[in-house]
């Protein structure tokens, strides 16, 4: 094979490559000076709030004379484009953390670790109380509220494949991608950018539609925004406590009561002047003794499945305290592709 063939052949090699490289970095990784940072964070770029120079941070406990005294903890930050929020080395110092001179002398702030928290409501519209474990009566409207530390994430930019996603699981099982309006129309429930502390959906689920069976449904929220979740999956943390809202026509906790009706026969004996036989007159006096059922009925809860494409998943969040490895994948597809390149220009000579 001729040089120039040999040179064209590496040239689309690497074009290969640099199309199976993703981008690593993600939409809400950038960390400007002063920004908050949550427990669980991966591969965050704190090079803004770290400045050109600096490259330890330190915290102090409240109240302490930070311009005199040596920090409680101190860090040292080795990699500012690809920092980790480990539960282990930030958990017992939430807060606000100062960049070191070199001296050791605080330089300024570097950023804010926050622990993460959240949690879910269902609120029926349709009569403005909350519906959270309790009974919703089947054809009214629902919103979900969401309760979190995470919105100031989404201040940092904007992104279609990272948010806050709900979780809703019918009776049948599986969860929804999406629930329908009043009007038919479907609403994703995956990667929502939360914008404040105490968020409502600007869409209403319409729990009589068809598509959705009679039962109990179960219902969640999780955050896995720079795999935060994955590093720490805590109940109330990156992924809130599961709910139950009853949807059906009948509120659970009132029975139908029939009265019932008994005959009662009472005899009488009537005595005449004459030699006819004595007669006997029955008299027939109703009495209605209501019977009262003082147990909740039970809900009775349909399989049958909903057209709604659903999508299977494991709710039981599992803690981990080590970060993923980013980019593993890629440098395996690098070098497996230049190996591929080596063996055939052996094969050409």
């Not at 480990?86 to 939430?94: E, I, K, M, T, V």
């Not at 994955?230 to 406590?241: E, F, M």
């Not at 026509?249 to 139908?256: K, R, T």
Request: include cysteine; charged fraction near 10%.
């Amino acid at each position: 094979m001729r040089t120039e063939s040999k040179i064209r052949l590496v040239i689309v090699l690497i074009c290969l490559c640099s199309l199976a490289v993703p981008v690593m970095a993600g939409a809400y990784t950038t960390i400007k000076q002063g920004g908050t940072v949550y427990i669980g964070e991966q591969g965050l770029d704190v090079s803004n709030a770290m400045g050109t120079s600096d490259t330890q941070i330190g915290w102090w406990a409240s109240g302490a004379a930070i311009a005199t005294s040596s920090p409680d903890s101190q860090m040292q930050v080795t990699s500012p484009s690809n920092f980790y929020v480990s539960s282990s080395a930030f958990g017992q110092y939430l807060g606000t953390w100062y960049r070191l001179n070199s001296q050791g002398k605080p330089d300024g702030i570097a950023f804010i670790v926050a622990d993460p928290s959240l949690a879910i409501r269902v609120i029926d519209t349709t009569v403005n109380i909350d519906a959270t474990n309790k009974w919703i009566p089947r054809g009214d409207q629902a919103a979900f509220w969401i309760d979190t530390n995470l919105y100031q994430i989404f201040s940092r930019g904007s992104s279609s494949s990272e948010g806050i996603t709900i979780y809703v699981q019918p009776p049948s099982g599986g969860t929804y991608s999406a629930l329908l309006d009043s009007s038919g129309t479907p609403h994703q429930l995956g990667n929502l950018a939360i914008t404040n502390p105490s968020y409502q959906t600007p869409w209403n689920w319409d729990t009589g539609n068809s598509q959705y069976v009679t039962g109990t449904y179960t219902i969640w929220a999780k955050c896995d925004v720079n795999s935060m979740y994955n590093n720490y999956g805590v109940p109330g943390k990156t992924i809130s406590q599961q709910i139950t809202v009853l949807d059906q026509e009948q509120n659970p906790l009132i029975s139908v009561n029939v009265p019932t009706t008994v005959a009662t026969t009472q005899g009488s004996t009537v005595q005449t002047p004459t030699s006819l036989p004595p007669t006997t007159q029955s008299t027939v006096v109703p009495t209605t003794i209501p019977t009262i059922t003082p147990s909740t009925p039970v809900p009775v809860v349909t399989t049958t499945s909903a057209a709604v494409p659903t999508v299977v998943t494991t709710p039981i969040p599992v803690e981990t305290t080590t970060a993923r490895s980013p980019g593993f994948g890629t440098i395996l597809t690098l070098v497996s592709v230049c190996a591929l390149a080596i063996i055939v220009l052996k094969k050409q000579h």
